[in-house]
């Protein structure tokens, strides 16, 4: 057990020193296989070092969700402006067509729904998301959750062996318990534990002092869009993440319930590799979704 007596809590940070890498664009990844190195790149844009990931994987633990009722109608449309999709295999193998040639981080473990208690989850076989093609396996990290941490951890630590046994990068998804408060000293908590176990990226929250939790992360950081905002909020929201540290979003709800999907897609890809700032993403999703309206 560690000892936490005299914990000394992190300070030193290096905000504005460059993280170092060696010939690769990934945070983290220099050191990796050529095949982990590949799939990275499929990921993230190797001109930014940065992604755009299509978040659709609700319905696992929350069945048809609003603006997910069909996949067909509503989200294979919106793929083409994405960098990377994040789904089940049931749902990739139903209703995205194979010929949208996009990388696939796969939603890896499941288990429990919202109907019982979350995160009680295994993780499926691994030669299914060799089948599926997959560039990432993502699989929760739930801290602080009692026994449920313990679980999460034992699947995060077994998806990371058998990724680097066949070259396919684990994306931790940060699911801090009901005991742990939203903020930068959890979240950075339960990054840092993600990466430690072996997870190549992390996805988290963002919130006041992320920069924190992206720079005491050894791997790239995407934020999560959580539930849905207005529009301006959402682009803001990306902006500030990326400027504090991000390497992308990995937004679902903020995306396909918005009021014009395809706009506020090429909004947010605007921002992350384009660098606009949240005024002039807010005038471009204004002017796609005109386009766009006037076009139907």
């Keep these: 057990m560690a000892d936490t007596d005299g914990f000394k809590e992190a300070s030193d940070f290096g905000f504005g ?75 990739l193998r139903t209703s995205i067509p194979p010929q949208v040639n ?27 998301a060799i089948r599926c093609n997959a560039s990432a396996m993502a699989v929760m990290f739930s801290a602080g959750d009692g026994e449920q941490e313990a679980i999460t951890a034992a699947n995060l630590t077994k998806a990371a062996d058998l990724g680097n046994r066949y070259g396919i990068p684990v994306m931790g998804v ?11 000293r959890y979240f950075a908590l339960a990054s840092r534990v993600c990466a430690e176990n072996g997870a190549s990226i992390v996805k988290t929250y963002y919130c006041d002092g992320f920069e924190k939790i992206a720079a005491s992360c050894p791997v ?58 949240p005024q002039q993403a807010c005038q471009l999703y204004e002017d796609l979704k005109h386009e766009l309206h006037a076009a139907d």
């Design 174 to 184: 940060t699911a801090v318990g009901k005991q742990m408060a939203r903020d930068a």
């Design 102 to 128: 996009k990388p696939v981080c796969l939603r890896s473990d499941a288990g429990s729904t919202i109907l019982t208690e979350l995160n009680r989850n295994v993780l499926i076989d691994i030669e299914d």
């Design 17 to 91: 020193k460059a993280v170092t890498q060696t010939g690769f664009h990934v945070k983290g990844a220099s050191n990796a296989d050529w095949g982990m190195k590949d799939r990275l790149s499929r990921i993230f844009n190797p001109k930014t070092g940065r992604t755009v990931m299509l978040a659709f994987d609700h319905g696992f633990i929350m069945g048809p969700t609003s603006g997910l009722e069909r996949i067909d109608l509503n989200i294979v449309p919106l793929t083409e402006y994405a960098d990377c999709l994040m789904c089940t295999r049931g749902i």
């Design 220 to 277: 790239p950081v995407v934020i999560a869009g959580g539930k849905k905002l207005p529009e301006p909020e959402a682009l803001e929201l990306c902006y500030r993440a990326i400027n504090d540290g991000a390497c992308g979003v990995d937004m679902g709800r903020n995306v396909f319930q918005s009021d014009a999907p395809i706009a506020m897609i090429q909004a947010v890809h605007a921002v992350v590799h384009d660098g606009l700032n």
